[in-house]
């Protein structure tokens, strides 16, 4: 396992065999005899078109969020290490390592389809073959709609979905997926697009990242392209117009044949023919739509007409700010996530804004792709940390900014009130207010970390001396790290820098583990060593050795230890030894043993030997019948039966009762050996007063000793009250 604060990357880890069904045929050799082959059927189970939720561990960019994502390639991380490689896309069934089936697709909204929970015979698209169509996780699941214009722009290659999955391993220790992880391997599956701005129409974009099913696909992704210099981002094809249409009718659109007044199809801009069927009557009925008045109705239905432009991503449709449309589908999903299935509510609210009918419209064909798992975000602005460096503006604090020129034939603006200027030092430290514990109103010193020149190093040793530039002791608390200046006033710098940095560290899920960990594991085992060392009669051995490179298992060394002990009398601490075979009581059986077997077994004995002297007595049992209850009903229960029924089921009842609620017992005799005590202790003499209860661990130990005085008086030569008490037992025993 890799050291804290490394990782190693693998290419894949791939199973012993792929997902499906297998006939496992068993046979046996070198036998005297004939063995028939045995034949099992296993079933290797996978994910195929859902993705459990135990075993995703994480994703990138988190899902709802809002944020600058374009530096960086969203991604899922998978617990089971073998996942992408436990189906082969092409229909073989051995796995491939360069062919998972897997693959993490980003969309615009308005670029794709996503479906409604439909069967999962839908969720491919028509013609693909799937290798067993019957093995499949769940019986409905939901897929994206691409075209093929779509696919081409921003789907992967065969050859890049290799390299977009891989296999990593961490420390357990040293990752925020502790919680959910086991062994410290995960599979990662990223995506080939950069989540980025739009910058040209300086507005967010929000996206979708979809982990697709590419089996039986592969011949319909992208074939490889020369690289380019430059990147202008785009939508890859706009279908967002379609949510301008107003039907008050579902019907035009489940038919295909309702008008799009002024809209051009992709497939009609690129001058190719329409496909036949709905797609064919939704063209043609576009095209008729265009001499159109802009307002037009369908069976007396008005429908509202779309904005003129098209659908290839070349002009924008008259829509919505796209700022409006993310808040509001934020807050729809946290609205969602409040409600009690919202597992199923979050995910299908991030789904609103990708579920326009797209293939009741494209003329182009229209590729389905199984989504496992799906989740929303929104790049919101293209700022990083450079771009935000750069822009930073270098004045010292307490610069005041420069007033924009006045615009001519405007008047100027009202001069702003007279505020007295900050307190600034040419340290960079600023007077700020400050309110103590107790209350009082003071002012106090702070300083970030970006100063206007190079500043000594504040060490240990103070502004002066040989250990100024020695580290700061350990602090504790961001009290401990106060200043008092000469002027008299505190420097908060370093306590505030102490309190912020606490917090962004208690912000990390990893430093939390952490914690967690440190307290269940360390803190408990110190607490446990405490008790250890007051209860045990050897010395423990120390927590840490050797400069921290070895590290003592403290319950294995007292794990030893006990059972050293243990082994030196273990007849008094565990007890006697049992023998290894115990025979139990000897049956006694009275009368003829064949018999007592074919009364048993319901047999005529005198007819069985009668027969078998004439053709052997195996013959003569298979030619027997084998009594066979009856059915329910076919006998008839008369009152003795009843009687003796209700008068077992009594006795049952009763005993249960008496293992359950006992009868309290007395205080114990005085117990005294020989015969005579035997007789009092049969009539009473030495049995205890009204009101002397004891617990039943005494009654326990009282009957010990009265069966050890029995066995002393029995061994005294009394044999014939013990033979007279053995027969009793028999009889007893025997049944009647």
């Not at 697709?212 to 279908?239: I, R, T």
Request: with cysteine.
């Amino acid at each position: 396992m890799p050291k804290i604060g490394h990782f190693v990357l693998h290419s894949n880890f791939l199973p012993q065999i792929t997902a499906g069904r297998y006939e496992l045929k068993t046979e046996q050799s070198g036998l005297p005899f004939t063995v028939a082959a045995e034949t099992t059927h296993v079933h290797v189970a996978a994910p195929r078109f859902t993705m459990p939720t135990d075993q995703i561990l994480s994703s990138f960019p988190p899902a709802n969020a809002e944020g600058a994502f374009g530096d960086r390639l969203p991604q899922i991380v998978l617990k089971r290490r073998t996942l992408p490689w436990e189906r082969n896309p092409s229909g073989a069934t051995t796995p491939d390592a360069n062919k998972p089936w897997l693959a993490l697709v980003v969309v615009a909204e308005g670029e794709a389809e996503l479906s409604t929970a439909v069967p999962v015979a839908e969720c491919v698209t028509p013609g693909t073959q799937l290798l067993d169509s019957s093995d499949k996780d769940v019986e409905q699941g939901l897929y994206l709609g691409v075209t093929e214009t779509v696919v081409k722009k921003i789907f992967p290659t065969e050859a890049d979905l290799a390299l977009l999955v891989h296999v990593r391993e961490v420390d357990i220790r040293d990752t925020e997926l502790a919680n959910g992880d086991d062994d410290g391997w995960l599979a990662v599956v990223l995506a080939n697009r950069l989540p980025v701005f739009d910058s040209a129409g300086n507005k967010p974009v929000r996206y979708m990242a979809c982990l697709v099913n590419v089996e039986g696909q592969l011949p319909s992704l992208p074939k490889p392209a020369p690289a380019f210099d430059h990147f202008e981002w785009v939508l890859a094809q706009d279908w967002s117009g379609l949510a301008a249409v107003a039907y008050e009718s579902g019907d035009a659109v489940v038919m295909g044949g309702a008008p799009l007044t002024g809209v051009t199809l992709p497939a009609q801009a690129l001058g190719r023919a329409p496909r036949s069927g709905a797609a064919a009557k939704t063209a043609r009925a576009s095209s008729r739509a265009a001499a159109a008045p802009p307002a037009s109705t369908l069976a007396g239905k008005a429908i509202k007409p779309l904005a003129a432009g098209t659908f290839d991503g070349t002009r924008n449709l008259v829509q919505p700010a796209a700022a409006d449309q993310w808040r509001q589908t934020t807050a729809h999903v946290a609205a969602a996530a409040r409600d009690p299935d919202a597992k199923r509510l979050v995910r299908d609210t991030m789904g609103l804004g990708f579920r326009y009918p797209i293939g009741r419209y494209a003329v182009e064909r229209v590729l389905r792709f199984p989504v496992l798992a799906h989740w929303s975000f929104t790049t919101s602005e293209g700022a990083t940390f450079e771009t935000l460096m750069q822009d930073l503006d270098v004045g010292l604090l307490g610069t005041l900014p420069v007033a924009p020129p006045a615009e001519p034939g405007k008047p100027l603006p009202a001069p702003r009130p007279v505020q007295a200027p900050p307190e600034v030092v040419e340290t960079g430290h600023l007077s700020l207010a400050h309110r103590a514990r107790r209350g009082d109103a003071l002012r106090a010193w702070y300083r970030g970390p970006c100063v206007p020149f190079a500043t000594p190093r504040d060490g240990s040793g103070g502004s002066a001396g040989d250990d100024a530039e020695a580290p700061l002791a350990l602090a504790h608390a961001a009290d401990q790290l106060k200043r008092v200046i000469p002027d008299g006033r505190e420097d908060l710098t370093l306590a505030a820098a102490f309190e912020i940095g606490r917090l962004l560290a208690l912000s990390q899920l990893s430093v939390v583990s952490a914690l967690l960990r440190f307290r269940a594991e360390q803190f408990g085992a110190g607490r446990v060593r405490e008790i250890l060392s007051e209860a045990l009669p050897y010395d423990l051995p120390e927590l840490v050795a050797n400069a921290g490179e070895q590290r003592v298992d403290l319950g294995r060394f007292v794990a030893v230890q006990v059972i050293d002990e243990l082994a030196k009398t273990p007849e008094h601490k565990l007890g006697p030894r049992r023998p290894v075979a115990d025979p139990g009581r000897a049956l006694k059986v009275e009368g003829d043993l064949d018999r007592l077997i074919a009364t048993g077994l319901g047999l005529d004995l005198d007819a069985l030997r009668r027969r078998g002297d004439q053709v052997g007595l195996v013959a003569a049992l298979e030619e027997v019948a084998v009594p066979v209850a009856g059915r329910l009903g076919d006998g008839k229960v008369g009152a003795r039966d009843v009687l003796a029924l209700r008068a077992a089921l009594q006795g049952e009842l009763q005993r249960t009762l008496d293992i359950a609620a006992p009868p309290k017992v007395g205080r114990p005799p005085v117990l005294r050996s020989g015969r005579g005590a035997r007789a009092r202790g049969a009539a009473g003499a030495a049995m205890p007063g009204e009101g002397d209860a004891v617990d039943a661990l005494d009654a326990l130990i009282a009957g010990a000793a009265r069966r050890a005085a029995d066995q002393a008086g029995a061994e005294a030569g009394d044999e014939g009250a013990d033979d007279a008490t053995d027969e009793g037992e028999d009889d007893q025993e025997s049944p009647r």
